[in-house]
């Protein structure tokens, strides 16, 4: 074994799932539920769900039946980030891609994560972003880290008034989360803030910023969002796809696709400082540590 396979993550032959069904999918009128489903794990996202993400999006864009998509979470939370830390956590695993990038398994040090999350974080990321119809975020409780990248691509966000959005990876020396919305979701001293902090913001702070579309609740989350989708269902295809793509160019004008790429190379150089100095790719944590670090952060607030 070389110096350099020594950094990439150690094989687990012990990936368990806990479910076969990462990701259920739900029709109600022109509506398609896009359904995170690891409440177990507060919807912490493997490859298994980012991959049955996709497929649920592919779905729903291929049936003209369906002229909007919800994407929501099983539970108590939205969605407490990317999996570092449940027996299904998969980063070991081989998929066939969506995009055209290689298997990243195979691939040495820096290679493999940069590879993987190429794949899995920003370019799904990126594909979900310019879905051809209007996508509502129905958001509950936590939404962290990569939960926030799902909330972001969305075109729109309704958010219960207990709902909070946090980017802790700053914890782990890394300069937040793959896909680098921060700076167009937040004015910049906000999201400066909003990183480097990396403590919870609530809806309503979130809502005030123009983050969050509207304010719900628990109870009126799900009749909220069907109200509003509802509504988007009765515009015209074609004007709701070309809407969203003029909104879409406008941000890529102002330097959205420039950002998150200069970003994610910043990101992967922070991944890969990690692993030489840490031998893990996550500044020495893991899902207790951080855990433990952000519930702290929060008691204090
Ligand atoms: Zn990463």
């Given at each position: 074994m070389s110096d350099l396979d020594r950094l990439v993550e150690p094989k687990q032959a012990d990936i368990v799932y806990?479910?076969?069904?990462?990701v259920r999918y739900e029709v109600d009128g022109a509506a398609a539920h896009i359904i995170m489903n690891r409440p177990s794990y507060?919807?912490?996202?493997n490859s298994q769900m980012t991959y049955a993400l996709d497929a649920a999006f592919r779905r729903a864009v291929d049936d003209?039946?369906?002229r909007v998509i919800v994407l929501r979470g099983e539970g108590k939370h939205f969605s407490a980030g990317h999996?570092?830390?449940?027996?299904?956590?998969?980063?070991?695993a081989s998929w066939d891609r969506v995009a055209l990038v290689p298997d990243?398994?195979?691939?040495p040090a820096a290679e493999f994560l940069y590879t993987r999350e190429h794949e899995v974080y920003i370019g799904m990321c990126r594909r979900w972003r310019d879905v051809p119809k209007p996508t509502i975020a129905a958001v509950q409780g936590a939404c962290i880290a990569g939960g926030l990248m799902l909330a972001w691509v969305c075109d729109f966000i309704v958010a219960t008034d207990d709902a909070f959005f946090q980017d802790p990876v700053n914890r782990m020396?890394?300069?937040?989360?793959?896909?680098?919305a921060h700076g167009f979701e937040l004015p910049p001293r906000i999201a400066k803030e909003f990183i480097m902090l990396g403590e919870r913001m609530s809806a309503e702070r979130a809502y005030n910023f123009g983050m969050v579309n509207r304010l719900s609740t628990r109870d009126a989350l799900l009749s909220d969002v069907k109200a509003m989708a509802e509504e988007l269902a009765k515009r015209p295809r074609l004007g709701n796809w070309l809407t969203k793509q003029a909104l879409n160019h406008v941000e890529d004008l102002r330097g959205k696709r420039t950002a998150t790429d200069a970003h994610f190379h910043m990101h992967h150089f922070a991944h890969a400082q990690s692993d030489l100095t840490f031998?893990?790719?996550?500044g020495g944590m893991d899902a207790k540590s951080m855990a433990a670090a952000n519930k702290a952060s929060a008691e204090k607030e």
């Open positions: 806990e479910t076969q069904e990462p507060n919807n912490a996202q003209d039946d369906i999996d570092i830390g449940t027996p299904g956590r998969d980063v070991t990243h398994t195979n691939k020396g890394i300069p937040g989360v793959e896909y680098f031998r893990n790719s996550l």
